[in-house]
């Protein structure tokens, strides 16, 4: 059986996937993005995450990305709060955005 979840912590969060553990403070994200990929018969929404030195994915399947999303809207009040709804639409494809970019200031 695989493991997937996203847990909140204190100040920022954990990406578990079985034994891998990629812990983050949310003072240290510098980038998020978001997009979906084509499972044949459904779409999956996922959370691309990014710091200077590290890089994990979640997805809407995993235990805990309902809590983990709205925790990353109160972190980063500037990503739209309907970037799953506007990347799920056309379906089956990609479509990446762009939520968050330190060095850009985007939202």
């Excluded at 970037?83 to 494809?93: S, T």
Aim: proline share 2%.
């Amino acid at each position: 059986m695989i493991i997937e979840k996203v847990e909140l912590i204190n100040d920022g969060f954990k990406v578990i996937i079985n034994e891998d553990i990629i812990q983050f403070k949310w003072s240290e994200i510098e980038k998020l993005t978001g997009f979906k990929v084509d499972r044949l018969t459904v779409d999956d929404i996922c959370l691309k995450i990014e710091t200077n030195n590290k890089t994990a994915f979640a997805t809407e399947e995993f235990e805990g990305w309902r809590n983990f999303i709205d925790r990353v809207l109160i972190e980063f009040p500037l990503i739209d709060k309907n970037w799953e709804e506007i990347i799920a639409k056309p379906a089956f494809e990609r479509n990446e955005s762009e939520l968050y970019n330190r060095g850009k200031n985007v939202g």
